[in-house]
């Protein structure tokens, strides 16, 4: 079992930066993709960054040259910098990860966090 906390969400104005936080604990060994997703009022949850446990990471079209996944293996830490925020950033922000091959689709990880929320103000 792997459990997931995220932390670092918060309220910050359109151009600002936030760096979200996520913590796993339990079996790690077994992870080999680890993922952020969000979740906006009314909308699909969708993949917003990824890494896997080569380091290769991949990024939604909205985010890139904005967003950075990186990975702390020391402190079993996931991070995501989120830089040049968005209104249309606003969501809740999800940790996932999962044992198998990476992939966009939500359905694949089977690890969740709480999430942790982030509203962008115009």
């Known amino acids: 079992q792997v459990q997931l906390s995220e932390s670092g969400g918060g309220s910050v104005q359109a151009g600002g930066s936030l760096r979200l936080s996520c913590v796993a604990s339990?079996?790690?060994?077994?992870?080999?993709?680890m993922g952020w997703f969000r979740q906006a009022p009314g909308k699909e949850r969708e993949g917003v960054a990824r890494i896997d446990s080569t380091g290769r990471t991949g990024y939604a079209d909205s985010v890139k040259g904005r967003f950075t996944i990186s990975q702390d293996n020391a402190k079993n830490t996931l991070y995501l910098q989120m830089n040049s925020l968005k209104p249309e950033d606003t969501a809740m922000y999800y940790c996932?990860?999962?044992?198998?091959?990476?992939?966009?689709?939500?359905?694949?990880?089977?690890?969740w966090g709480q999430g942790t929320q982030v509203t962008v103000s115009s």
């Open positions: 339990g079996y790690i060994p077994i992870i080999h993709c």
């Open positions: 996932a990860a999962v044992g198998g091959f990476c992939s966009w689709y939500p359905s694949n990880f089977g690890y």
